[in-house]
């Protein structure tokens, strides 16, 4: 039997989809939730603790009394300032070393990844965890892309990983060749909404999601769920392209369904 | 005396400072006003006519017809969809031959510059206009920047330049290293409203705004008025960097008054 995994959670679906995972496989698991970022409901039965960010030497201290040995990092977190974080002295002798304000969010992830290994855990990614985690390359579902979206997607695709590289965001909404959003710290989500206002008449825009070039694999995955197809659907969004073999996708079978439902376009993009 | 100007208005503040720009010289003006996005009190009292974006035809004869032999072409437009244009004979003779989808902004707007150029009109940009036009390198106003903000100022340079290179926006919004916002369509006010409900803790964020590589300089200058300062206020703002002597700053002495008033820096950035 695997030894016990510890899921250090942050906010979204994913960490809830990790949770059921090592139910249906019988996995032991030991949830460290991280306050104003984990779901209530995602912890209710299962083992847990509530942290705030910046109490390393606590959360550190729970993940040992409770014997983990393997950890995930999932879910995103906003990203405070140093004063609201509020770091105990553990939290700031790290900061202390790899400065906070200095390194962005990927460069940040790296050096706790980093530390939580000196611990002693073994830091895996969400994607070793689940099965058929990724997106492969191609259509997802029955809807292709035309002429129009591929120029989108190709669009999209050079702004993205321009972004990337500078380690600001990953996705990108493009349509019939204008740029109408691109993401910061807001969000994949809050860009679809802000979108929604912005788009032109004609055929819809297409949303582009890629993995920043440096971007900690076992901290941060692009991911997609329902939720970005039912928000792609509402922004009048023609489809959605994310990066192949690197973007995790939730409920997979219900994102297929849904895309299909909706009409829209799914695929993952293969490196070129 | 100077030829009649004729002033292609779209939305914002630039136009009416042209218009009252030409009141105070005594220069004989004539305004076409694109419909759904010049403000109507502009056109008040002054010689105008109203056009649908796609209507060229219609609007090279109200230049002519009105003895406009000098144009600047001043505000914003939100590009719309060719089906949402609908280009009359003469607009779709220059969009087959340019390609419409296939062009950014700064492509689109420097074709249609050419093209009046070739209809026999001299075409200025508004800074050669209007009195004192650019922010010059360096502080407006009484308050400077500190490390941090500079730390800001370098990182949301650095955002902004390669966004402009790929023609997708001016603006970028940092907050402590982070950046909260960047630009696409929505335009600089629709930023600064959203990054109000993104900023962290402590020292606020910095708004840098410079001008893209590929810009007409003619058609479409960074721009920055008492709105700007108002909305970076209210957004929680230390300061507003934007590129010397390419930005305009419309209102100048009420813009230095209300930044010392909210206590923010505003500096022109020289080119480095």
Redesign the interface.
């Given at each position: 039997m695997a030894d016990r995994l510890g899921i250090v959670a942050g906010c979204g679906e994913l960490p809830r989809h990790l949770v059921e995972c090592c139910r249906a496989t019988g996995r032991d698991v030991f949830v460290l939730a991280l306050e104003g970022a984990a779901e209530r409901a995602m912890v209710e039965g299962v083992p847990h603790a509530w942290c705030r960010l910046g109490a390393a030497a606590t959360g550190l201290a729970l993940l040992r009394e409770n014997h983990v040995t393997e950890l995930v990092l999932a879910g995103g977190i906003r990203?405070?300032?140093?004063?609201?974080l509020r770091p105990d002295w553990r939290a700031a002798k790290l900061f202390a070393r790899i400065g906070y304000?200095?390194?962005?969010?990927d460069g940040l992830l790296s050096a706790v990844v980093k530390e939580l290994e000196e611990e002693g855990f073994r830091v895996v990614g969400a994607d070793q965890l689940l099965d058929q985690a990724f997106v492969a390359e191609g259509p997802l579902g029955r809807v292709r892309p035309d002429q129009?979206a591929l120029?989108d997607i190709e669009c999209g695709l050079?702004?993205a990983r321009?972004?990337g590289a500078?380690d600001?965001?990953q996705g990108v909404i493009v349509?019939?060749?204008?740029?109408?959003?691109?993401?910061?710290?807001?969000g994949t989500d809050e860009l679809l909404r802000?979108c929604a206002a912005?788009r032109?008449?004609?055929p819809g825009g297409v949303l582009v999601k890629v993995e920043k070039p440096g971007q900690e694999s076992r901290a941060d995955r692009p991911t997609i769920g329902l939720r970005t197809v039912l928000l792609g659907a509402e922004t009048g969004l023609r489809g959605i392209a994310v990066e192949a073999n690197a973007t995790i996708v939730l409920d997979r079978d219900e994102v297929i369904r849904a895309v299909d439902r909706a009409g829209l376009f799914l695929v993952g993009l293969g490196r070129s």
């Open positions: 990203r405070p300032s140093l004063s609201a304000r200095a390194l962005g969010d129009q120029a050079r702004v321009t972004l500078l600001v965001g349509q019939q060749g204008l740029v109408l959003g691109v993401e910061a710290i807001e802000r912005l032109r008449e004609g």
